[in-house]
């Protein structure tokens, strides 16, 4: 079984379109990420989640908007995409120190 | 904030040669040091991780070390192999946990033949 399934996997847009990656974890872990890897491989934290609340908010613009439904899902919706918004976005799930890491999902924005 | 820088950004080694990643840390209160592998086109993985009251840390091929005065703890992989190939990412975390990870840039690891 999967622990952490993130879909879709490739997802092509274009500019200005809404989006939405779904991510699902059966892992019993009560965290929760977003993370952005750029073109050059940089992973940066975008949200975190702990028990379906809000606990980090990086610098990422409004229009990103994540949304916990239960502690196991944790999705991340795009609105009005942007050519900078092309990445592979990552989401993964912790209880202490091991972060599981879902398979990712390239976004590209055309 | 935590800013954690990595070097080299690239390293090219033969088979069987030893590997060795450096990184550094801004934030003295950082306290658990993870190291991330992610093979091409795959998802980043755990390979080891070490705590801040521990100098050294050694799994088979790999270790790690941490030099707290310093803020800089590196990544040591000895008898490389093909498969050892892909990019490595060390991390720092002030919470003891995976719950703010700070990534360093990256590593390319290529171990050719």
């Known amino acids: 079984d999967t622990a952490v399934s993130q879909t879709p996997k490739y997802l092509v847009t274009q500019m200005g379109n809404d989006k939405s990656i779904k991510c699902e974890q059966n892992l019993g872990h009560d965290t929760m990420y977003w993370y952005k890897q750029d073109s050059k491989k940089f992973l940066k934290i975008m949200f975190s989640?702990?028990?379906?609340?809000?606990?980090i908010n990086e610098t990422v613009p409004n229009r990103f908007s994540p949304k916990s439904p239960d502690k196991a899902h944790l999705n991340l919706h795009i609105n009005s995409l942007e050519l900078g918004d092309s990445a592979v976005y990552f989401c993964?799930?912790?209880?202490?120190?091991?972060?599981?890491f879902g398979q990712g999902t390239r976004l590209t924005v055309v | 904030g935590e800013n954690v820088e990595q070097h080299p950004s690239t390293l090219s080694v033969q088979e069987g040669d030893s590997a060795v990643i450096k990184c550094t840390y801004s934030d003295s209160a950082s306290n658990y040091f993870p190291w991330y592998k992610q093979e091409l086109g795959k998802r980043p993985q755990l390979i080891i991780d070490?705590?801040?009251?521990?100098g050294e840390k050694k799994d088979q091929r790999i270790a790690v070390t941490l030099n707290k005065t310093a803020k800089h703890f590196s990544l040591h992989i000895t008898e490389t192999q093909p498969e050892d190939s892909a990019v490595y990412f060390c991390?720092?975390?002030?919470?003891?946990?995976?719950?703010?990870?700070?990534f360093g840039t990256g590593t390319r690891l290529q171990v050719t033949l």
């Open positions: 991390a720092a975390s002030l919470t003891g946990t995976a719950s703010k990870l700070t």
């Open positions: 993964a799930s912790s209880q202490t120190e091991k972060a599981f």
């Open positions: 989640y702990n028990n379906k609340e809000l606990i």
């Open positions: 070490i705590r801040s009251n521990v």
